[in-house]
């Protein structure tokens, strides 16, 4: 039995050594991603465990993967894998044509995880736990890991499970913006807890402005509970009509892909612990800051005393010995 049961694609990334234009890019270093594994690890390392159901390539990449869910004692038990088909990858272009922004190029078309099914939903394994998480991402992948995490949202419901959704719209994984508006828009009739940023408030709800966006989902999908992401305004939460507003670190930032399942990883975990929305909202810009200043999503995601340590020490000069 684990806290939180997570469902979508891990993929190892390879991210650009230099900044620039792929084709000029000479080396690349490889990292453990994919947004759903990412927020379990960042619950794992907080203390609140997490399990992972999704499915691997019988290869090199997915044993990386396997070996690092594991190690960080994440739930493997409802890993699968497919002899047929392999890992997603992609690649990560840094810093161009804009300063400060990442770009994707994804090798993931019929993976191992694309070929996800319902039967990969086990109902006790989801209904014993206190939450279930996805994220649109796993909704754009393929019809089959769609109906996946619509069985796993459906059936933490029926049990009784809080679900909590992250829309991660992703364009370059969907046929057209108005698909990803239907699909996603029908998938949030499940959600309790939603995880969404201003442009995909603005594509999904035609508003962006916090009251509007909170009222919106309440009104038209029942949604209560929302973390609204501001990028470098920081956040802020509707928490049953409490709203918090909490500002961003200013970090020097080497790749900004990650910090929004660090948004979801510690604020899920927080709220699991007991903290307020308030103090969950305020560890998960400490969190969203640190994943940023490194290469990859996962490496920086904090422990309870590094996350204590940025939160005391941020702008002080502290002697860390
Ligand atoms: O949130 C970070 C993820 O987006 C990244 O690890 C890759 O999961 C990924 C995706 O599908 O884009």
């Not at 989902?217 to 509970?225: A, D, K, Q, V």
């Not at 975990?269 to 640190?290: D, H, N, Q, T, Y």
Request: charged share 25%.
């Amino acid at each position: 039995m684990v806290d939180i049961v997570a469902l979508g694609e891990p993929l190892v990334q390879f991210n650009a050594v230099t900044d620039g234009p792929l084709r000029h890019v000479v080396y690349f270093e490889k990292h453990a991603t994919g947004s759903e594994a990412n927020v379990c690890v960042a619950a794992v390392r907080l203390g609140v465990s997490c399990g992972l159901i999704t499915r691997l390539g019988m290869d090199e990449f997915g044993l990386f993967i396997y070996n690092w869910l594991r190690g960080e004692g994440v739930d493997v038990s409802h890993i699968k894998f497919d002899p047929e088909r392999s890992t997603g990858i992609y690649f990560v272009q840094r810093n161009y044509p804009l300063p400060g922004v990442s770009d994707v190029v994804y090798y993931r078309k019929g993976s191992a995880a694309s070929a996800m099914s319902t039967e990969d939903i086990d109902d006790g394994y989801v209904t014993n736990a206190r939450l279930f998480h996805t994220s649109g991402i796993t909704l754009a992948i393929s019809d089959s890991a769609r109906e996946t995490a619509i069985r796993g949202m459906e059936t933490a419901r029926r049990g009784g499970v809080l679900v909590s959704f992250d829309v991660n719209y992703r364009r370059k994984l969907w046929r057209s913006p108005s698909d990803a508006i239907n699909v996603l828009s029908s998938a949030l009739r499940f959600v309790d807890i939603l995880f969404l940023d201003d442009d995909e408030a603005r594509l999904l709800l035609g508003v962006s402005e916090p009251d509007a966006v909170f009222k919106e989902l309440n009104s038209r999908f029942g949604i209560g509970r929302v973390v609204l992401k501001l990028g470098l305004e920081g956040s802020i939460v509707n928490w049953d009509g409490k709203v918090v507003r909490v500002n961003a670190y200013k970090v020097p930032v080497k790749d900004p892909i990650g910090a929004g399942d660090a948004y979801a990883g510690v604020f899920l975990a927080s709220i699991l612990k007991g903290l307020s929305p308030e103090e969950s909202a305020r560890r998960v810009s400490a969190a969203a800051a640190m994943v940023v200043m490194v290469r990859g999503d996962e490496e920086n995601l904090p422990r309870e005393e590094e996350l204590e340590k940025f939160l005391s020490g941020y702008g002080r000069q502290v002697d860390l010995r």
